[in-house]
C-alpha cells in the first residue's frame, strides 16, 4: 500500500542516519527535499540515488494536495527536511495534515531531532516540558513570553546564533536573571557545546564567546526555579 514516509536526517553527524531511512529513501518513488542541494550531499555519501523534488515553507501549500493524490494513486513518497525530524519547526505539517484529510496512510521513522539530546543533558526536568520551537520574532513574541513566565514545566526554544544573546537578555527581563538555562548548539557535531547556568551567567559566557550552529535553549520552568532557590537558601 501506497503511502507517506517521514524521514529524519541527521542533525549533525552522518553515522545518525537509520539504516531503516536509507533503504526507505532509496526504494521511494519520489523524495521530497526542503533543499534538495543538502539532500543531494546526503545521497552521495549513502549513494542513494533516487528522484528529489523541491518541497519547503514557500511552495508547499501550493502542492500537497496533489501529492497526496498521487500517494493515493499507488505512489510511495519520502519527506526530508535539511535536518532532523520534517515538520518539527520544519516543512511538512502541511502535507502530513493533507494525506490524512485525504485518507493516505502516513509513517513517521524515529531519528534525530535536536530538542531531545539538548534536553536530556540539559540536567533540567524533562518528565514533563513544553516545546516553543522559534519564538515569534516581531508580532505576539511579549504576549507569548508573559505567558510563559508562569509556565511550570521545562520550556525548549530553537534560536539562531545571531539573535542568542539578544533572545536570552530578554529572557532575563520576563523570567528573572538568575532563572536556569541550558545551551546547546552544534549537537552531534565536532564543536558540540552546552551550557548550564542562570540566564546572567550563560549571558556573561555567550557574550565573550560567539555562539556558531544551531542553537537549542533549554530553559528551567517556574516551580523548578523557585524549588532551586529554596534548596540554596537551606544549604
Do not use: W
Not at 542541494?37 to 533516487?50: A, S, V
Not at 532575563?172 to 538568575?178: L, R, S, V
Amino acid at each position: 500500500m501506497a503511502k507517506l514516509t517521514v524521514v529524519p536526517t541527521p542533525v549533525g553527524n552522518l553515522e545518525d542516519m537509520t539504516f531503516r531511512a536509507i533503504r526507505v529513501l532509496k526504494e521511494a518513488d519520489l523524495v521530497l527535499a526542503e533543499d534538495t542541494r543538502t539532500t543531494g550531499i546526503l545521497f552521495k555519501h549513502f549513494e542513494i540515488q533516487n528522484k528529489m523534488q523541491s518541497h519547503h515553507k514557500f511552495n508547499e501549500h501550493k502542492t500537497v494536495e496533489q501529492l497526496a493524490a498521487r500517494i493515493k494513486a499507488g505512489e510511495n513518497i519520502a519527506l526530508v527536511s535539511d535536518a532532523g525530524t520534517p515538520a518539527i519547526s520544519d516543512p511538512g505539517f502541511m502535507l502530513v495534515r493533507e494525506c490524512v484529510r485525504q485518507g493516505v496512510d502516513v509513517e513517521c521513522l524515529p531519528g534525530a531531532t535536536a530538542f531531545v539530546p539538548a534536553l536530556v543533558a540539559s540536567g533540567l526536568p524533562n518528565e514533563k516540558f513544553c516545546f516553543e520551537g522559534f519564538l515569534p520574532q516581531k508580532k505576539g513574541r511579549q504576549t507569548r513570553l508573559m505567558e510563559l513566565a508562569e509556565e511550570e514545566r521545562t520550556i525548549i526554544f530553537y534560536e539562531s546564533p545571531y539573535r542568542l544573546v539578544k533572545t536570552l537578555m530578554q529572557f532575563m527581563e520576563f523570567f528573572g536573571a538568575d532563572r536556569q538555562v541550558s545551551v546547546s548548539r552544534e549537537i552531534s557535531k565536532v564543536h558540540e557545546e552546552t551550557v548550564r547556568g542562570t540566564l546572567e551567567e550563560v549571558v556573561q559566557h555567550f557574550s565573550e564567546h560567539e555562539p556558531k550552529g544551531e542553537i537549542v535553549i533549554v530553559l528551567a520552568g517556574l516551580k523548578q526555579n523557585k524549588k532551586d532557590k529554596r534548596a540554596e537558601e537551606e544549604v
